[in-house]
């Protein structure tokens, strides 16, 4: 069941620098999107979804799962930063038309940080996955 395939509603960024496509599932702790990626990504090289790419799907993410809870109390969306990236592992790049599935679980909150585990799938296959430290700006 998709939360939102307004994604926009939910995130700071905008194109071209979106790089999850429908919020799936947000919970307090979890949050899973999926992603199609088109020739235009302005994180392709040679038919390929860079590294680059590929933690910034994970951090929006966590973004989106941030922002529809923030909207579900009537809040703005907030603006995050990415701290610190930790255990960075890439199985594959996924290439042109490949659909990402990512499920971050926030592991740790401490005032406005929060740390994640992310992980992205393509096909049942691990694409991705790394510990992530956001720090989130409530008053952007």
Do not use: W
């Not at 700071?12 to 088109?38: H, N, S, W, Y």
């Not at 930790?86 to 005032?111: A, M, Y």
């Not at 929060?114 to 799938?121: A, T």
Request: with cysteine; glycine share 6%.
């Amino acid at each position: 069941m998709d939360v939102s395939n307004d994604i926009l509603a939910f995130i700071p960024q905008r194109p071209p620098f979106v790089m999850i496509g429908t919020l799936m599932f947000a919970d307090e702790k979890t949050a899973t999107t999926k992603f199609t990626i088109t020739a235009e990504n302005i994180f392709c090289e040679n038919g390929f979804f860079s590294e680059a790419g590929l933690l910034e799907n994970i951090a929006q993410t966590m973004a989106a799962g941030t922002g529809y809870s923030a909207q579900k109390e009537n809040k703005p969306v907030s603006v995050g930063y990415i701290g610190a990236v930790k255990n960075f592992e890439v199985f594959f790049l996924p290439k042109i038309n490949d659909e990402l599935f990512t499920e971050i679980v926030v592991t740790d909150e401490i005032f406005n940080m929060k740390n994640i585990k992310g992980k992205i799938m393509c096909d049942h296959l691990p694409v991705a996955a790394c510990e992530m430290k956001i720090f989130i700006n409530p008053n952007h």
